[in-house]
């Protein structure tokens, strides 16, 4: 697994270049969401071509156990109590998920609770983990907001956010100084501009019931126009306030 260090250090250095929201749409354009495409067809690649027929056989495994249509997902059985290289296989599929699938939020933390725990001769694995916890916060906002009722967007959010093996890496990111924080979010933000929008999600939009039997049901969804602009103007304002604080 390819750790992304270089892309904070992008981050850091090629905004110090940066005056203007326009100038980090520009890196971000030339630089940051190329090299997240990359990322990503590394992670195809591999999941295409196994690197040992275990490894072949707990990543089919776990596709047996995902359903993007209803919601379902071993999150569980990817982020447990595993050995080292069961921490590595699981965390491979994960990230192809996100890279490449284009997973909801939950596969982000799971990802970044397991890069939390993962070691190897070069160090921790911290940076990249505090990334994708950025987008996962990122991407729960999101695609929540295409939700007329966000209470269960809302409620992953505040689990997530309480969860035990989450927050070691929460605290080591509340810890970060500034500017570093702002590269990783930013580096977060050019993850999700390289994937785009995800399909609206039945399992996290509880259906809305008319309180009166024989009025008309409100509507589950807000309208893709008025969620199309929601997200972009997010974007662009997380980007902004990034942009002042590097």
Known sequence: MKRV????????????YATSFEDI?????????????????????????????????AWAALDAQTDPQVGKAPLDQTTGTLTNAD?????????????????????????????????????????EAIIFLFHAKLALTLDGMRCTDRSKAE????WYAGLDRLQPLAQKAARMRLPDKSAAILEAITMEEMLG??????????????????????????SSDAWRKYRKDLLEQLTRNALKDL
């Not at 309180?211 to 807000?222: D, F, G, H, Q």
């Open 5 to 16: 260090a270089a892309a904070l250090l992008w981050a850091c250095l090629g905004a110090a």
């Open 87 to 127: 921490l590595v296989v699981n965390a491979s599929w994960l990230r192809w998920r996100v890279l490449s699938e284009n997973a909801d939020a939950r596969y982000s933390f799971a990802y970044a609770m397991d890069l939390g725990r993962m070691r190897n001769n070069e160090g921790d694995y911290d940076q």
């Open 25 to 57: 749409q520009r890196i971000k354009a030339t630089e940051g969401i190329p090299r997240w495409r990359e990322a990503a067809q590394r992670a195809r690649a591999l999941r295409a071509d196994p690197p040992t027929d275990a490894a072949a056989a």
């Open 155 to 158: 409620h992953l959010q505040t």
């Open 197 to 222: 929008e995800r399909p609206a999600m039945g399992w996290l939009c509880p259906r809305r019931d008319a309180e009166i039997p024989s009025t008309v049901a409100p509507p589950r969804y807000l």
